[in-house]
């Protein structure tokens, strides 16, 4: 009864998704050319547009990587601020990637896997939650691979999320300096935040890790 439900909630976020898109198409056209002050300017006195649209664009993001995460990033800080544009891209991220995990698992399974190979599934269910926290951080790595892999592999839901929390939250942080420059007043508090931040990731991935080894040992 729980997999019917996770594969209604899955298909019903793809449908709205591609709704969305279409029904959205100047604002992505202006996108698509890198307008990013226009975009900016329209959103900025509307609420449920500005949040509305960004998370659209996030979930495009985790789906195809077609809009460099840099972007998504940089609107979000120029609407929201650092701080909340730093919340508001991570949870966004985080219900993107879990929109295309059950996506994954559940409908694209047996076309996705066809084009897959076998040894790097292997390698990401030995340490799935490392796996994933590990790829989060590395900026080469497309996030809409992680996604699909994860959901084609035996990973838990839990370990996936655990791992895109921490490593998104360390990443977003990092790419969220970026838009809002050295140079200002405020950048110290941030980065000093920002090594809390990493530091406290490692440590709650580094004690589920030895936690997993401690029970693979008493199986």
């Not at 547009?49 to 840099?70: A, E, G, R, W, Y």
């Not at 891209?89 to 929109?99: D, F, K, R």
């Amino acid at each position: 009864m729980i997999t019917i439900w996770k594969k209604i909630l899955s298909l019903f976020a793809i449908i709205i998704t591609v709704f969305l898109i279409i029904h959205n198409t100047e604002t992505f056209r202006l996108l698509r050319n890198g307008d990013l002050d226009t975009i900016i300017l329209s959103l900025r006195n509307t609420t449920f547009s500005k949040f509305f649209f960004t998370f659209i664009i996030m979930v495009i993001q985790n789906s195809f990587t077609v809009i460099p995460l840099i972007i998504i990033i940089t609107i979000n800080y120029a609407l929201f601020g650092f701080l909340n544009g730093l919340i508001w891209s991570w949870l966004t991220s985080i219900i993107a990637a879990g929109i295309w995990f059950f996506g994954s698992r559940y409908f694209f399974n047996d076309w996705v896997q066809k084009k897959t190979n076998p040894e790097i599934l292997a390698k990401m269910e030995k340490n799935g939650l490392l796996f994933v926290f590990q790829a989060r951080i590395i900026p080469f790595v497309p996030t809409s691979l992680i996604n699909i892999l994860s959901g084609l592999s035996s990973i838990t839901f839990k370990h996936f999320i655990i791992g895109t929390m921490f490593g998104n939250l360390i990443f977003f942080f990092v790419l969220s300096l970026i838009p809002a420059g050295l140079m200002e007043g405020n950048t110290e508090q941030n980065i000093l935040l920002g090594i809390a931040i990493i530091l406290v990731g490692f440590v709650v991935i580094f004690r589920l890790k030895k936690k997993q080894k401690r029970r693979k040992q008493v199986n």
